[in-house]
Structures are given as C-alpha cells and as structure tokens.
Nanobody
Framework: QVQLVESGGDSVQAGGSLRLSCVAS????????MGWFRQAPGKEREGVGC?????????ADSVKGRFTISQDKDNGKHILYLQMNNLKPEDTAMYYC???????????????????WGQGTQVSVSS
C-alpha cells in the first residue's frame, strides 16, 4: 500500500508561482508512473501532468509551457514535484498526486491508469 502526501498548495495572485510536492511512503522512484491531477468545484477531475520511469513528462494542453513535473529521490523517499508558473484563476482546484502500479517508458493522463491517490492540496488563484 503506497501512501502519498501532497503539500505546497496556497492562495496566490494571477501570474504567481507555486511548487507542489508529493512524498511517497515507499521507494517507488522510477518504479511506477506518477501523475498530478486536479479537480475544481463542479468539474470532473482532469490530468495535469504525468511522468514515466525514464523521466519523460506529458502535460495537458492547458498547462503546457507553464507547469513542469519532475521527480527525485531524497533520503530514500520518492518525491514528485509540480512547478506551476504564470498561474491563472482557472488553475484554481484541489491538486492530487497519483501513482500507478506499473512503470513504462511513457505515461498518460487517464485517471484509470493510477491506483494510489493522495488527499490533495488546495491551490487558489485570484485575479
């Protein structure tokens, strides 16, 4: 059972930046595909970005050029990051970290590909 804990959410003004972090309870570094998803009130959850075992990222069109996903290993723990720049009010949502049960040389943004989910961290962007 992999547990995921997100942090870094905050309230910022449009144009600002945030970096989200997700720490996995097990050493899953490059062993499973990882992703970031978000869900705004009244909307369906959508994939933001994902990263595969060979560090190849995939992004939603809405965040390309503004968001960067990366992963690292620190003190034996797998950490997933989401650097968000030039934030817009439409980026306001609860952001979730997710882990698959497999790794591949490519990832996708379909939520059904991911098995473990964190509790989420809130990002609010004001105009």
């Amino acid at each position: 059972q992999v547990q995921l804990v997100e942090s870094g959410g905050d309230s910022v003004q449009a144009g600002g930046s945030l970096r989200l972090s997700c720490v996995a309870s097990e050493d899953t570094y490059r062993r499973v595909n990882m992703g970031w998803f978000r869900q705004a009130p009244g909307k369906e959850r959508e994939g933001v970005g994902c990263i595969s075992r060979n560090d190849k990222p995939v992004y939603a069109d809405s965040v390309k050029g503004r968001f960067t996903i990366s992963q690292d290993k620190d003190n034996g723990k797998h950490i997933l990051y989401l650097q968000m720049n030039n934030l817009k009010p439409e980026d306001t949502a609860m952001y979730y970290c997710a882990a698959a049960t497999f790794s591949s040389y490519g990832c996708n943004l379909g939520s059904s590909s991911y098995y473990y989910w964190g509790q989420g961290t809130q990002v609010s962007v004001s105009s």
